[in-house]
T-cell receptor, first 112, second 114 residues
């Protein structure tokens, strides 16, 4: 099956710093999704990407759909304490309609 | 986006018993899914809940252990049967509408089996 490799696995940063994480796939995707999960909650969709090369922003978050269609990047600018959580990339999980495959997640810790 | 609720939010159960988790969506969705997640780890898809028909299970998951119902477009249940401590996990449901890959998640059910 399709696999997503997400890196880094964890990040420890100071408030105000910028953050960058990425996700690579073993096969071509036509959709990339980025989710954030707070402790004790379900994942929340941050950004959805549908076109190679697409760059989309949501506040301080910016995500890009890689030209090769096998990777995606998420950047967070000027991090704040509430950015703490686990960030997951996701893409279509094979031929079955609607299924998603998730990356391993990046655990973000922001020190005030 | 749809708002999804789950009941119960958490439970502690004895080995050998069964627990049914309910998932309610505030609007009709095309697809509903059930996932399992160990704390701090990624999500593993259990099955796709199909309205009015048997769920579609992923490799490693079977209907006898995880029976699923979906009687309409806004509601689904997952039962964890004959539980063992290895079933301790977070169980999440999700729904997707016209943006079929844009899944929205419930808050999860944290299950502990003693």
């Amino acid at each position: 099956g399709q696999q997503l490799n997400q890196s880094p696995q964890s990040m420890f940063i100071q408030e105000g710093e910028d953050v960058s994480m990425n996700c690579t796939s073993s096969s071509i995707f036509n959709t990339w999704l980025w989710y954030k999960q707070d402790p004790g909650e379900g994942p929340v969709l941050l950004i959805a990407l549908y076109k190679a090369g697409e760059l989309t922003s949501n506040g301080r978050l910016t995500a890009q759909f890689g030209i090769t269609r096998k990777d995606s990047f998420l950047n967070i600018s000027a991090s704040i304490p509430s950015d703490v959580g686990i960030y997951f990339c996701a893409g279509p999980g094979g031929t079955s309609y609607g299924k998603l495959t998730f990356g391993q997640g990046t655990i973000l810790t922001v020190h005030p | 986006s749809a708002v999804i609720s789950q009941k119960p939010s958490r439970d502690i159960c004895q080995r050998g018993t069964s627990l049914t988790i309910q998932c309610q969506v505030d609007s009709q969705v095309t697809m509903m899914f059930w996932y399992r997640q160990q704390p701090g780890q990624s999500l593993t898809l259990i099955a796709t809940a199909n309205q009015g028909s048997e769920a579609t299970y992923e490799s490693g998951f079977v209907i006898d252990k995880f029976p699923i119902s979906r009687p309409n477009l806004t509601f689904s249940t997952l039962t964890v049967s004959n539980m063992s401590p290895e079933d301790s996990s977070i169980y999440l449901c999700s729904g997707a509408g016209t943006g079929v890959h844009e899944q929205f998640f419930g808050p999860g059910t944290r299950l502990t089996v003693l």
